[in-house]
Nanobody
Framework: QLQLVESGGGLVQPGGSLRLSCAAS?????IGWFRQAPGKEREGVSCIGSTDGSTHYADSVKGRFTISRDNAKNTVYLEMNTLKPEDTAVYYC???????????????????WGQGTQVTVSS
């Protein structure tokens, strides 16, 4: 059974940084990070490919967020810098069971989801 566990959320001031982690038990799959703010749709933030490590970012986070993975630890990270109040949301990681595909920020491609971790950017 695939399990995804996020950690690393918290409260940070504007301009600050956080690193989120997603531990994926025993599987090497395309992993995506999504976020959902109150009253808004869940949106794709970034994703990373399972084999070649290719990455993709939403325009709103390009240049500020970096996704990476440590396959030895089955963990995917989302380094978030220069955080803004509009980055406030619950952040979820998700796994795409399709093989040999580029990662995508399209939510329907993802089959398994973590429980989410809250990120609050506020002074």
């Amino acid at each position: 059974q695939l399990q995804l566990v996020e950690s690393g959320g918290g409260l940070v001031q504007p301009g600050g940084s956080l690193r989120l982690s997603c531990a994926a038990s025993g599987f090497r799959l395309n992993i995506g990070w999504f976020r959902q703010a109150p009253g808004k749709e869940r949106e794709g933030v970034s994703c990373i490919g399972s084999t070649d490590g290719s990455t993709h970012y939403a325009d709103s986070v390009k240049g500020r967020f970096t996704i990476s993975r440590d396959n030895a630890k089955n963990t995917v990270y989302l380094e978030m810098n220069t955080l803004k109040p509009e980055d406030t949301a619950v952040y979820y990681c998700a796994a795409d069971l399709r093989l040999n595909r580029l990662c995508t920020l399209q939510r329907p491609a993802y089959n398994y989801w973590g429980q989410g971790t809250q990120v609050t950017v506020s002074s």
